[in-house]
Every structure is written in C-alpha cells, then in structure tokens.
C-alpha cells in the first residue's frame, strides 16, 4: 500500500458509509475504505478507481478520487492555512490539510506564506511536508550556459550563496560573489545560467550579461540621483561594500554605469559625489 500516491483500486464491497477497495486478489493487507461522498454515482462492485491514499483526522489510511495538488516525490509552492503548535498545515486540496513540522521548515512561516515542499512518509507512517528539498532536486537538467530560467529559493547559505530550485525541479545556486540584492526563501526569482559545473548543477546570476545591465544600473544611479535632489555620496573611491548595500551591484558595475552617464554628459563627479547635470 503506497501512501501518497495514485493507485488503481478494485470495488471489493458496498457500506452504508463507503465503498470497500483492494487491488484484484486482495493484494493490499488491508481493504481501503473510499467515503460515500466521494463514491461517484455509477460506480459499482468491480469497477476499477484511481484514488489516491493518505491518513484521515483519525489516523486510518482512506481513499479520495480527488487528486491533491502534491504527490510523493513532486514538489510545489503550497500556501500555510496555519501555524500551529506542533508546525504549520499546508492546504494541498484534500479535507485534511498537510502538516510541516518545525524541524522540516526553514526560516519562520507564517499563516498566507507560500512554500515550496516536497512528500514524505514520516517514522509513524504518516504523509507530511518538508522544506529540506534538497535531496529531491535532479541534476540532469536540459539547461546550458547563457540559458534563462526560473526557480524558487529554497535555502539562503551566507558563506556560500542562495540555492534555488530550478523549475521547481534542478540544482541551482547563486554563488556569494553573485548575491546581490535580498532574497528571502520562497521567491520566485529568474536567472542566467553562469555555468553547468561537472556533477550537473547550475551556477546563476540574476544580473544581465555586463554588456546589458550597463544600461539598466545607469538608469537605477539616474533614478537615485533624482530622488536624492541630484547628488549621490559615492565616487571610484566609494566602498565596494556600500556600493553594494546602497546600489545592489557590485563596484566594477557601478563605474561602468557612471562611466556610461558621463560619455552622454547626464553627470560630473565631485570630491564628494556625482552630481546630476
């Protein structure tokens, strides 16, 4: 018997609450019950149902013809209904909502979060929710350098960088040196593919190829300048740390950018700062 999947069940018996199931021959050790409000209407004593089998309230294993929005060995972006004591409850689509234990969770979630969590089968043989996803994800992915793709982060590692899963599927990371800006884990974020290391895994940037984000980065300092009444306090000799923190790029960026601004003659810079002309 297979928890949290589809299964094609056999009609054993009639009950004034159900329908009895087991696979031909009685292969299950025990038959499954299919309540009489999911009993579709023509059905009868050896038709064959596709059903898919969890634990109810009561902790008895029980058909449903309704497909959850979540099967063992998938993951998906579910929404948290609630945080409760003992972890939060995911709605997946059935009448029992999903449970994530706090030790399978990253980060705090909270009552509307959408997080993206894969199956498994607890030490107590009931079906649960994890955010640890990692050993889910493939790196066979079809994806190769300069491709655009799209994922969700799933963990945020400060020594190391941001990992995604890549179509909800594929081994990605944003490595330290490409951490620019704030992620938070469940975003949806679009990428470049930097480089497909040798065990399959995607290296990202969701900054443009340099030759493209000049444009854009001379647009954000424009931007600033115009908000900040036409003067920014940063130059060639600024930090590259509060570049980073103020722009979101790194220093090599920033003079590319203002180097850009100062060919079409939109700024001058000062001892003090740029200022806008």
Request: aromatic share 6%.
């Amino acid at each position: 018997m297979e928890l949290g999947k589809i299964q094609e069940l056999e009609i054993l018996r009639e009950t004034s609450i159900g329908v009895y199931l087991n696979e031909p021959e009685g292969g299950l050790d025990e038959d499954v019950l299919l309540p009489k409000s999911q009993v579709p209407e023509d059905a009868k004593i050896g038709d064959k149902l596709e059903v898919f089998l969890y634990r109810d309230s009561k902790d008895r294993i029980i058909a449903t013809v309704r497909r959850p929005k979540i099967l063992l060995g998938e993951m998906k972006m579910l929404r948290v209904i609630e945080a409760g004591n003992i972890g939060a409850f995911l709605d997946w689509g059935l009448e029992k909502d999903l449970l994530l234990p706090f030790k399978e969770q990253i980060g705090k979630v909270k009552s509307g979060d959408e997080c993206l969590v894969s199956l498994y089968v607890d030490k107590s043989d009931r079906l649960c929710a994890t955010m640890k996803i990692h050993n889910t994800l493939t790196d066979n992915s079809p994806y190769k350098e300069k491709d655009v793709v799209k994922g969700t982060v799933y963990a945020i590692n400060r020594d190391m960088g941001v990992f995604v899963a890549v179509d909800d599927k594929y081994h990605g990371m944003i490595p330290l040196n490409e951490m620019y800006g704030i992620f938070d884990v469940g975003d949806q974020i679009e990428a470049r593919v930097l480089k497909v290391r040798p065990d399959g895994k995607l290296n990202l940037s969701i900054r443009k190829e340099a030759h493209d984000e000049i444009e854009g980065d001379a647009e954000l300092i424009m931007a600033r300048l115009v908000k900040n009444k036409g003067f920014l306090p940063f130059n060639d000799k600024s930090q590259a740390s509060a570049i980073k923190s103020e722009f979101g790029m790194s220093k090599s960026a920033f003079k590319r950018a203002v180097g850009r601004l100062l060919k079409f003659s939109k700024i001058e810079i000062t001892d003090k700062g740029i200022k806008k002309l």
